[in-house]
């Protein structure tokens, strides 16, 4: 497992390249981790680091977690991550790790929670079609129908679609573009949109999948090269048609000097 950052959604915006072509983009602000404690294959049986984000009040804290921090000497912490890692000897406690982490990541895997819609119909939630709205429907044309069959089996089957609360679950996006970091200001902008509300947090790591697939950047600065090929190629072939037109007014004009 790779190490993975949080981070707070700040919006959306697009990003303008040099060819003119602009890409839609999140911007994600992104928390410093502080590590807490490295667990080894010697002491523990797995190599990990555990992760801070987010500070936190000491009077928020329950009695149980300030003795925590008291023993580990660090600031309180609202969100506390493990993450498993191949060299634990690279970190160490105390340190912060923020935007670099992901210096040589292309795409991320991104996970956060999506918009509540509350309470929703089975026409909202399912995309059902609804009863008819004219004859012989008295005042359920938004109703789902029938849930069940009869006596045997007398029940309804679980996993059945039908009304109730929508949204407000953790969805993952995988293999999402970075278009541009901002360490300054601990930016990300990923490509395209992202489950989630202004300001709600998100979850990034390093993508997990293998595949091969051309970033935006390498993708349209090929586009941008192939025109000036071709136009180089046809102003080459009206040279070469314009030569033969002067060697035929040079062989008109001889004659007349004579």
Same mark, same amino acid.
């Given at each position: ?12 915006t ?7 072509i ?18 080894t294959?010697?002491?523990n049986?797995?190599s ?12 928020k804290?329950?009695h ?15 969100i ?17 790790? +923020? *935007?670099?982490?992901f210096k040589?990541a292309?795409f991320?895997?991104?996970r956060? @929670?999506?918009? #509540? $819609?509350? =309470?929703a &119909? ?10 008819r709205?004219?004859? +012989? *429907? ?12 009869? @006596?045997?089996? #007398? $029940?309804? =089957?679980? &996993? ?6 929508m ?24 490509? #395209?949109s ?13 993508s ?12 349209y ?20 048609t314009k ?16």
């Amino acid at each position: 497992m790779a190490l993975g950052l949080i981070g707070k959604k700040i919006g959306m915006t697009r990003e303008f390249f040099e060819s003119g072509i602009s890409i839609p983009v999140t911007v994600v602000k992104i928390e410093k981790g502080r590590v807490i404690d490295v667990y080894t294959k010697e002491k523990n049986g797995y190599s990990a680091v555990k992760l801070g984000f987010i500070k936190l009040k000491n009077s928020k804290l329950t009695h149980q977690m300030k003795g925590f921090f008291a023993k580990k000497n660090t600031e309180p912490k609202k969100i506390i991550k493990e993450y498993r890692v191949e060299k634990p000897e690279e970190f160490k406690t105390g340190n912060e790790i +923020g *935007v670099e982490a992901f210096k040589d990541a292309k795409f991320l895997d991104v996970r956060s @929670q999506t918009i #509540g $819609k509350g =309470f929703a &119909g089975v026409m909202k939630r399912y995309n059902f079609a609804g009863l008819r709205a004219t004859h +012989g *429907v008295s005042v359920s044309h938004r109703s789902h129908g029938s849930t069940g069959q009869r @006596q045997d089996p #007398g $029940k309804v =089957f679980k &996993g059945k679609k039908m009304a109730g609360h929508m949204g407000a679950k953790f969805r993952t996006i995988l293999n999402l573009e970075i278009i541009k970091s901002d360490p300054e200001n601990s930016l990300i902008y990923i490509k #395209g949109s992202i489950p989630g509300s202004k300001n709600s947090l998100v979850y990034l790591r390093k993508s997990t999948k293998s595949f091969n697939r051309k970033t935006s950047i390498e993708k349209y600065s090929q586009e941008s090269k192939q025109p000036e090929k071709k136009d180089s190629k046809s102003s080459d072939k009206k040279m070469e048609t314009k030569k033969p037109e002067v060697k035929a007014t040079a062989s008109k004009e001889q004659p007349k000097k004579k």
